[in-house]
């Protein structure tokens, strides 16, 4: 059973920085693809990063050059160093996991297990 569990949200000044944390068990870590999703009130959820299998990274456009995925394999462990936050990056972020192949759009549609999220408020 594929379970996620992120942290390290939190408030955070514009301009500060935090990193988020998924805690991830039940696949086989590195064969698959993980992403991070955010999503604020009243609107849909956005695709912000996406880790696929070969190491390929892909960003949102509004976050790129400021956010940045990784994983490490023997912690089990994804996580999204966020730099240069501003009060639009606040949201609830979830990190997913989906299949073996990723469109590369970071579609919420591509992904199948999901974490309870964490918040992030920039203020």
């Known amino acids: 059973q594929v379970q996620l569990v992120e942290s390290g949200g939190g408030l955070v000044q514009p301009g500060g920085s935090v990193r988020l944390s998924c805690a991830a068990s039940?696949?086989?870590?590195?064969?698959?693809?993980v992403g991070w999703f955010r999503q604020a009130p009243g609107k849909e959820r956005e695709g912000t990063a996406e880790?696929?299998?070969?190491?390929?990274?892909r960003y949102h456009d509004s976050v790129k050059g400021r956010f940045t995925i990784s994983q490490d394999n023997a912690k089990k462990s994804v996580f999204l160093q966020m730099n240069n936050l501003k009060p639009e990056d606040t949201a609830t972020y979830y990190c997913?996991?989906?299949?073996?192949?990723?469109?590369?759009?970071?579609?919420?549609?591509?992904?199948?297990?999901w974490g309870q999220g964490t918040q992030v408020t920039v203020s």
């Open positions: 880790f696929s299998p070969n190491g390929r990274t």
């Open positions: 039940g696949f086989t870590f590195g064969s698959v693809c």
């Open positions: 997913a996991v989906g299949g073996r192949i990723c469109s590369g759009w970071i579609l919420a549609e591509e992904y199948d297990y």
